[in-house]
């Protein structure tokens, strides 16, 4: 992975720097001794790192500002992060930037029930947006798998998803305003609590932007009341194919559910040994959940079962109790942990149109024996995106170049069949350099004049999203 | 006037326009300054060019009739989800609403509180910008973050960043059952407090609006599921006046068109939407400074959105009648003090050409933003001939 050359006018500055840092910030909050670097050196992307220049940890929205407004001033590339779970590199540095963390700005600044909104800090994590307002009944629907530690900054620099998307939406579609600091160190509101823009959308744009238009500091996000119930149908199924004609024949029959997940053989065959989920061991299995009260999800799961049963399933197996709903989800979960037990593994995140399914998993395992590494695939099946693992051993020389390179046929057949290289996980550092597959010169110029507009220096995360070679020019001026 | 039938023609048009634009799609949405230029129409780009029922996604050209596709779809049991209004009764236009304005204007109905507004249904746009280069973004698939989100940015620019030549939808399954509470004897605080109390119900309340001094809160899905939220919902708002459920299909369908196309403001001269938080709106705009004012409303998306109608007679009530009126919303909506951090914005949607001319239909933004907004403008669009000045 190709990074541009650091600036070294730059690094030389760097006691000037963090003295300037000192100065509008509190001691603990600068970060600049190398032991005490390395902890920003990278993110979920963990096989690319590099410490930064310093890591700065303001607290408020005119820290943020100030700090931004220094590294204007001095030409200091910034990288955003939030909590650092990216698995697209969102948040790597280079040697020259400064690391800006909002961790610390985690507060609950207003929850409104009657309106259905809550503002928040953009470090707070996920997770505990839903616990600031579950014991009243609401919660907030985005649910990545990293919620648990991820920050809400970084869901709306990447857009993030999550397994229960299919019915509620992904971050974007759940954010209702921001508090963003541009480069220049500019304060701007952006929407808030009503519910479409006045103008132009900006904040749609902002949503999605990889920490290259501004940095959040604050965000408006919309709770929903929780449904009465929740219960989920596991279906095994003894191909990939027909568990991929069921799920397009439960879309057509109307019913929606919230989560619709799948897993192929080998990820079966892993979590059930890791988590003891009691899964059936077959080709392909189907995790369904649908949500209302008992006798709403009896209506639902009547007609998905009906549909289930003219595709012989192996299995299918209802949750009676909390507990058996809880071992249904338990190997579901776990999948990416498992993985992570038995080997090295880099996991995808391309969407396709979801009758593209039986063809993409078959051309996958095709390219898994041509390229020698194991692919396993768990993914959200409802909405067509792919979470493909490729398993590797990065002791073994060569195997990360290898994997890479499969990882990248698997994304292009991705935008060969109508999809994209990156359903919610972002593009970062990970896929920038096969943007030139999905999109034309045209298509890459119109998304950077929005960065020129937002950030004209080009020092937000700047080396991230656009092929470096795109985006050469704009950076060196 | 030029209407081309490609989207290569139509960048060749664009590339050779030596002056400003006027682009249009069915012309049925007049809203904002029409500036003067030449008329470009993208309605003669029709035609559905992908339809795939079981991946829920449609791609069309910009230029095809909202009908035909809301045809295709009924076939399929599917529809467009976010409910997009047909502004033709409001402001009395004739012509064929196509695709291409919904999405240009962002245009959303009732069961937008609930399914998201048209923006949110759009996964991905092919465009021509100000000099002619043709653009695409997003693509045809329900999730995906690859590169900048263009895809909200020109859902809602009204022509001004650049003319959609393709737009994919996101599209859902129509519902096979629907009941509708009528409640009836509550006043505007009491209809906002009881479409508040369904809204935080945990039964998916779909519509909630208050029209002719009702209230109407609507449910869908599966037969037992309709009449089990229908039976608890109505339990529940007992004490917010009378509840009558309708079921009755052609009834309904009356009540949502009409709420969805502002028909009860029909014949008013001047039509305003404001966008709100609910609580602010009952505390800063109904109790505040229209009251008093005679008016009548449409208040929609559990009081998100309200749409506010004078007649002449009413506005020879209020001082400096249209103008004052306008500018008095809009400074309401832009005072902090009125819309709490949550803020607002109000748009002037009907009023006669004479007066569209000489006021700023949409909310004037904050410096900042306005800088950003001309920034986009003019990389989009250097030589300044997309639409100018229709919403600023």
């Not at chain 1, 597959?437 to 960065?451: G, I, S, W, Y």
């Not at chain 2, 030549?165 to 009528?182: H, I, N, Y």
Request: hydrophobic share 45%.
């Amino acid at each position: 992975m190709q990074m541009p050359a650091p600036n070294t006018a730059i690094i030389a500055r760097k006691a000037q720097l963090v003295s300037r840092f000192l100065d509008v910030l509190p001691k603990d909050a600068v970060i600049h001794e190398p032991a005490e670097t390395k902890a920003y050196e990278c993110d979920g992307l963990a096989a690319y790192h590099c410490p930064p220049l310093c890591a700065v940890l303001p607290s408020s929205t005119e820290e943020v500002a100030a700090v931004l407004k220094i590294c204007h001033d001095e030409g200091v590339p910034v990288v955003p992060r939030g909590s650092g779970t990216s698995l697209a590199g969102g948040a790597m540095p280079t040697a020259d930037a400064v690391i800006l963390g909002v961790a610390r700005l985690n507060d609950v600044l207003d929850t409104n029930y009657d309106d259905r909104t809550i503002t928040v800090q953009s470090g707070r994590t996920n997770l505990s947006v839903t616990g600031a307002v579950e014991e009243d009944g609401f919660f907030y629907a985005p649910d990545p798998s990293s919620q648990l530690a991820c920050a809400i900054a970084g869901n709306i620099a990447m857009n993030s998803g999550g397994a229960h998307c299919l019915k509620y939406g992904v971050t974007t579609n759940n954010l209702l305003g921001v508090t963003m600091v541009m480069m220049d160190g500019t304060v701007v509101q952006i929407g808030g609590g009503y519910m479409d823009a006045p103008g132009l959308d900006l904040l749609g744009l902002v949503c999605g932007s990889e920490g290259q238009l501004g940095v959040v500091t604050e965000a408006t996000l919309r709770i929903l009341p929780k449904p009465e119930g929740a219960r989920p149908i596991l279906m095994g199924f003894d191909s990939s194919e027909v568990a991929g004609a069921c799920v397009s024949d439960i879309i057509k029959a109307g019913v929606l559910p919230v989560a619709i997940e799948f897993m192929d053989r080998l990820c079966i065959e892993v979590c059930e040994n890791f988590a003891k989920a009691g899964y059936p061991i077959c080709e392909a299995l189907l995790i369904v959940e649908v949500e209302g009260s008992d006798l709403e999800i009896d209506e639902q799961l009547e007609k998905i079962k009906a549909i289930a049963k003219t595709h012989n399933p192996v299995e299918l197996r209802e949750a009676q109790t909390a507990e058996e709903a809880g071992l249904i989800w338990l190997g579901r979960k776990s999948a990416f942990g498992a993985m992570g037990q038995i080997n090295d593994y880099m996991c995808l995140d391309g969407t396709i149109p979801v009758n593209q399914l039986p063809f993409v998993l078959r051309r996958i395992g095709e390219l898994s024996k041509e390229y020698g590494l194991d692919v396993g695939n768990v993914f959200h099946a409802g909405d067509g995106n792919m979470h493909p693992l490729i398993l590797f051993d990065v002791n073994v020389p060569g195997q990360l170049e290898t994997c890479e390179a499969l990882g990248a046929e698997i994304l292009k057949l991705c935008v060969e069949v109508g999809g994209c290289l990156t359903g919610e996980h972002g593009v970062g550092i990970e896929k920038r350099d096969l943007m030139g597959e999905q999109f034309t010169p045209a298509d890459l110029e119109a998304q950077m004049r929005v960065k020129d507009v937002f950030d004209p220096k080009w020092l937000l995360n700047p080396a991230k999203v656009f092929p470096l070679a795109d985006s050469e020019e704009r950076r060196a001026a | 006037m030029s209407a081309p039938t490609t989207e290569e023609e139509l960048s060749k048009a664009v590339a050779a326009a030596d002056g400003a634009l006027r682009i249009v799609g069915g012309g049925t949405r007049p809203i904002g300054r029409t500036g003067a230029g030449t008329r470009l129409s993208a309605a003669g780009l029709t035609g559905i060019t992908l339809y795939e029922p079981g991946a829920m996604t449609l791609v069309c050209r910009a230029g095809t009739p909202v009908s035909e596709i809301e045809a295709a779809l009924a076939e399929e049991n599917q529809q467009l989800a976010f409910e997009p209004m047909d502004h033709r009764a409001l402001l009395g236009t004739k012509g064929v609403p196509t695709i291409g304005g919904v999405v240009a204007a962002n245009v959303s109905g009732p069961r937008r509180i609930q399914v998201g507004a048209c923006r949110d249904h759009l996964l991905g746009v092919r465009f021509v910008d100000g000099s002619g280069q043709i653009v695409s973004n997003g693509g045809r698939v329900m999730k995906n973050v690859t590169g900048y989100d263009l895809v909200k940015l020109m859902a809602g620019s009204r022509g001004t960043l650049g003319i959609l030549t393709e737009v994919s939808l996101k599209v859902m399954p129509k519902a096979p059952s629907r009941a509708t509470l009528r409640l009836t004897g509550l006043d505007d605080a009491q209809g906002l407090a009881a479409m508040t109390l369904a809204m935080r119900s945990p039964f998916d309340v779909n519509g909630a609006a208050r029209v002719g001094g009702d209230v109407f809160v609507r449910i869908e899905g599966f037969d037992q599921s309709v009449a089990y939220r229908a039976e608890r919902l109505s339990a529940e708002l007992t004490d917010n006046g009378s509840v009558e459920v309708v079921r009755d299909e052609a009834a309904q369908s009356e009540i949502w068109t009409g709420i969805r196309d502002v028909t009860a403001l029909k014949n008013h001269n001047y039509v305003w939407r404001v966008a709100m938080t609910p609580s602010r709106l009952r505390l800063g705009l109904l109790d505040g400074v229209l009251h008093g004012l005679a008016f009548d409303s449409v208040i929609d998306w559990a009081g998100a959105q309200i749409w506010i109608g004078l007649t002449k007679g009413q506005l020879s009530l209020v001082d400096r009648g249209a103008a004052g009126f306008h500018a008095m919303l809009q400074n309401t909506l832009a005072d902090p003090t009125v819309t709490g951090r949550a803020g607002g914005h109000a748009t002037l949607i009907k009023a006669p050409e004479a007066f569209r001319a000489d006021v700023a239909s949409f909310q004037p933004e904050p410096a900042p933003l306005a800088a950003i907004a001309a920034g986009l403008r003019a990389k989009f669009d250097p030589r300044g001939i997309l639409n100018p000045g229709l919403m600023t």
